[in-house]
């Protein structure tokens, strides 16, 4: 059972345009969301995360919006660099006191300079 | 302020050998988990301990174990190994668990 789902394999994208990476999650019960980038080999690194409170959250170039009653987040990119270029995950966690993650499949991102 | 460390970086065993990673949390941290990603499933959760319990298991089987010690360093132990035991395995920190995760290189496991 996916419960949190990347629908989309990967993307490519122009540098300097908007990348816009999706998620989305089927347990209501999830109350945080995070997203990491990943290069091969390495540890994800984590980008920015949301509350299941808020519907925008922003960092610099990344923005993460959450539509609670669609269940599902976006991430996005301004403007898209090649450095950006690497595997994006989504990630929910639940209300109880834990640290567990639960992982969409991924996202490769390409950004084309 | 020094990241996740994990070690070693890369191993080869033997089906049916039993191996030990070590993961050494960001200073202050008292949750660890540990991630397995292989191509076909993606990043699963196996367990995640705090102030030295396990809070958390995921779906794997037994031969899969943990611990956490007092300074918060935990390790991860798989028997008897299988050829789909071949994975990266993380291991991530965080606050309380309730907070962001971050993750360790990662430790690439070839089992042969």
């Known amino acids: 059972d996916q419960q949190v789902k990347q629908n989309s394999p990967s993307l490519s994208v122009q540098e300097g345009r908007i990348s816009i990476l999706n998620c989305d999650y089927t347990?209501?019960?999830?109350?945080?969301f995070l997203w990491y980038k990943k290069y091969p080999a390495e540890g994800p690194t984590f980008l920015i995360s949301?509350?299941?409170?808020?519907d925008k959250n922003e960092d610099g170039r990344f923005t993460v919006f959450l539509n609670k009653s669609a269940k599902h987040l976006s991430l996005h990119i301004v403007p898209s660099q090649p450095g950006d270029s690497a595997v994006y995950f989504c990630?929910?966690?639940?209300?109880?006191?834990?640290?567990?993650?639960?992982f969409g499949q991924g996202t490769t991102l390409q950004v084309k300079p | 302020k020094a990241g996740v460390t994990q070690t070693p970086r890369y191993l080869i065993k033997t089906r049916g050998q039993q191996v030990t990673l070590s993961c050494s949390p960001i200073?202050?941290?008292?949750?660890v988990s540990w991630y397995q990603q292989t191509p076909g499933q993606g990043l699963q959760f196996l367990f995640e301990y705090f102030s030295e319990t396990q809070r958390n298991k995921g779906n794997f089987p037994g031969r899969f174990s943990g611990r956490q010690f007092s300074n918060s360093r935990s390790e991860m132990n798989v028997s008897t190994l299988e050829l789909g035991d071949s994975a990266l395995y993380l291991c991530?920190?965080?606050?309380?668990?309730?907070?962001?995760?971050?993750f360790g290189q990662g430790t690439r496991l070839t089992v042969v």
């Open positions: 949301i509350s299941s409170i808020k």
């Open positions: 200073s202050g941290h008292r949750s």
């Open positions: 990630a929910a966690k639940g209300s109880s006191n834990t640290g567990k993650l639960i």
């Open positions: 991530a920190s965080s606050l309380t668990g309730q907070s962001e995760a971050f």
């Open positions: 347990n209501s019960m999830f109350d945080y």
